[in-house]
């Protein structure tokens, strides 16, 4: 059978449940998680000249050598495959069971040292207009942060200690003069450049919690086909908006129904491999695409507003726990559109702090009066205590909405504030009329062969 499309497979979707809400924005801990990338914040380097020990002498020429070898491994890798550099974890692939057998040094080591190796080969090519294995003559290594602690001493002196194999360290001091050393400090040291000669320390600068709150507040939920916002601007509510998502919805379901032909008609292995590989991609590519139309519009049309979304880490996470129970449909719609990418998007494209509450419960508590919610249909919200059904997707927002403003110290309370009554009306559930427009959901649900796919949907924490 065909694999659902999931973005969200990669590695980064799926981090640690977050329990608690949290007001920091995922790039800060993204930042200092992957160090291949090297992400948000502006750098700086600070160059310190130093006098290097017998033994970091020894280390520094053991990863000439090192480098030498990744760089001729690179160069390999290239030749079989059309001229293309690999990247850093690829040829990491390649090199560490080499690297570890080779040398007792710390193993994070290899991780530099791909990347130089591929930057090498790459700024080589670009100056040369060919591919050749440059000469490596200076004596430098680059230290990621995994392996050295910059402290400062009690007179003034800074310290950096490296580890160079597990557990032993070499020591360089130093007496900072460089005129930004204090400014510069406050950033986040990202890495080191040691040589013979110098110690160069890069530090990353304003990444953390750079932006500043919003005057406005936009809670978000998103669902499978529409995503509806709600937002308090001076105390007062606004009306909820929901956009709706047909593009993408369309074009997933254009995309698996292709694959799907793929598979059946294509005999030929290798050719189906490969025509499934060439589909994705450009599946891929397009539901990017529309991702960027969408974020750019809804940060353009929300100015100096900061969003709250849902920190949906974990649904994915439910949807795969309840496997065997839950259908394949639905995991193939909990799987449908990349959450997490859109939210970043929106995040960096927009000029104010973006903030993530914890999903849970934000369709089983009533952000009205605080009773039960029960969702006697998919699209649903029934509350017994303000007797009547909210529009399940709006109420959600205005509960993130809610969970956002609690997270600035700004307690908000629906039923007191004036503007509540005169747009409680849009909040509620209004069969047919708004649900129009989320065609794909609609349609789907109409068609689906399996009625208890759709029941099942309220059995989710998130939706
Ligand atoms: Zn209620």
Redesign the pocket.
């Known amino acids: 059978m065909a694999q659902p499309y999931s973005p969200g497979k990669a590695s980064g979707f799926l981090g640690a449940c977050a329990k608690t809400d949290r007001i920091t924005t995922p790039s800060a801990t993204r930042l200092g998680k992957h160090r291949w990338k090297a992400g948000e914040g502006e750098k700086r380097t600070i160059t310190v000249k130093y006098r290097p020990s017998d033994t970091i002498l020894r280390y520094l020429k053991d990863m000439k050598e090192a480098l030498t070898e990744a760089l001729a491994q690179a160069y390999a890798s290239a030749k079989n495959n059309n001229l293309l550099v690999p990247n850093p974890i690829a040829l990491r692939r390649k090199v560490k069971p080499w690297f570890d057998s080779q040398y007792d040094y710390a193993r994070h080591h290899v991780n530099p040292l791909c990347r130089t190796a591929v930057a090498l080969l790459r700024s080589y090519r670009k100056k040369h207009s060919k591919l050749a294995v440059p000469e490596i003559r200076r004596l430098a290594m680059r230290i990621d942060s995994e392996l050295f602690r910059v402290t400062t001493n009690g007179d003034g002196t800074v310290t950096v200690r490296v580890t160079l194999k597990p557990f032993t360290y070499e020591h360089i001091t130093f007496t900072p003069t460089h005129r930004k050393w204090i400014e510069y400090g406050k950033g986040k040291v990202s890495e080191i450049l040691l040589t013979d000669r110098k110690l160069c320390i890069t530090l990353v600068l304003g990444f953390d919690g750079g932006k500043p709150l919003g005057a406005r507040f936009t809670g978000s939920d998103l669902n499978f086909t529409s995503v509806d916002s709600t937002a308090l601007s001076h105390d007062k509510l606004e009306p909820p908006r929901t956009l709706p998502l047909e593009r993408i919805v369309q074009v997933q379901n254009d995309f698996s129904r292709k694959r799907r032909r793929l598979q059946l008609h294509v005999k030929n292995p290798d050719k189906r491999a490969r025509k499934l590989s060439e589909t994705r991609g450009r599946q891929r590519n397009r539901v990017k695409d529309e991702l960027h139309k969408l974020s750019t519009r809804i940060v353009r049309e929300n100015p100096g507003t900061s969003f709250i979304f849902e920190d949906l880490k974990c649904i994915r996470r439910n949807g795969e726990k309840r496997e065997a129970t839950s259908s394949k449909k639905l995991r193939v719609y909990l799987n449908r559109w990349p959450y997490r990418a859109f939210q970043r998007m929106v995040e960096y494209k927009s000029r104010c702090r973006t903030l993530y509450v914890s999903p849970r419960g934000t369709s089983s508590k ?1 952000p ?4 039960i919610l029960e969702h006697p249909a998919w699209a649903t919200s029934r ?1 017994r ?2 007797g009547v059904d909210y529009d399940r997707d709006r109420l959600a927002s205005l509960a993130i909405l809610q969970r956002g403003l609690r997270l600035c110290r700004y307690p908000f309370t629906v039923s007191a504030g004036a503007s509540w009554q005169p747009l409680r009306n849009e909040y509620l559930y209004a069969p047919g009329e708004r649900n129009a427009g989320r065609a794909g959901w609609t349609e789907q649900a109409a068609n689906a062969p399996n009625r208890k796919v759709v029941n099942n949907f309220h059995e989710f924490p998130h939706f």
């Open positions: 009533c009205v009066c605080g009773g509350c205590k303000c």
